[in-house]
């Protein structure tokens, strides 16, 4: 078959109109489960500070004679804690031309990049919070505060490497770092151990999070060593969302923004961020310097550790 002679078609056109769909199309992950399971709180100041409190330990000889005269026990002062507030943020700018021209998927450029800006700093937050080894930070004119990770905080329970240095933060206060070891594997032996750690310590962690590789392993753990494949519905499973311990129910989560090394038992209600005061995710119109305007999307917040013996870790897993 050829084309007739003198058909017009559209590789010689000239005027046919474009055709651009009105949808836009993201796959980038903004799911952020550990700031999405944490309580929020208010800070009133860049040193945001609480309180824990420890019980003195049982004493199996508690004994006392009838009609004794009975001596004050010792008090158990609480402990007091804190942590940085952390300034991050992004910014979109948008030239006065681009605002004023025809846009497909969006009707403002300004407020659509605005948007994305608001998501991409989210992704920031979890990655600081829970995927970065950091130590609080108390900045100066030159360097910017930094608030202390997760990492900086969990030492009670923990499973880690034998070899290669390494070692828990020295003390739970967000002062140091967690020492990354040679990497081992994560075992179902592993997590027990944490998690028997934790329940003595009087702790109830609910979730358990992993990177992608580790979600993985955790799938072939006892009692799913093998796929299941479930004939009336024809689908096969071969993955864990929740686990039962011998100390209770426990959610597993793939969480994108954490070190794929690490692990994390955690008891989410004994965390939280705490935002200074109107400083949560806002957007500040900054002055106009030239034909563009331009939106500062800003967050200044501190991680708070309730207590972090209700958490743990199983840490230096390799990832691979």
Known sequence: MSLPTSTFVTYSAVGNREDLSDMIYRIDPVDTPFMSGVDKEKATAVNHEWQTQALA???????????????????????????????????????????????????????????????????????????????????????????ASVLSWVL????????????????????????????????????????????GNGGKPGTIMTGAFNKQVFSTFTGRSTAIEESKSKKIVASVDAYESDFGKLKVVANRFQRPRDVLVLELDKWAVAYLNGRNMISIPLAKTGDSDRRQILAEYALVARNEKASGGVFDNTSS
């Open 156 to 199: 009670s329970n923990t499973s880690k490497g034998t070899a290669g240095g390494a070692a828990d933060p020295a003390a739970a206060d967000g002062m140091g770092t967690r020492t990354d070891g040679t990497q081992l594997a994560f075992t179902e032996v592993r997590l027990k151990t944490v998690l028997s750690s934790i329940w």
């Open 57 to 147: 330990a049982a004493d199996n000889s508690n004994a006392q004679l009838e009609g004794d005269d009975p001596n004050t026990n010792t008090t158990t002062p609480t402990v007091r804690l804190g942590n940085l507030c952390q300034i991050s943020y992004k910014v979109a700018r948008v030239s006065g031309t681009q605002q004023a021209v025809d846009h497909a998927g969006r009707d403002n450029e300004l407020a659509y990049q605005e948007m994305l800006k608001g998501l991409e700093l989210k992704r920031d937050l979890e990655t600081i919070l829970c995927g970065t080894n950091q130590a609080k930070v108390a900045g100066n004119t030159t360097t910017p505060r930094k608030s």
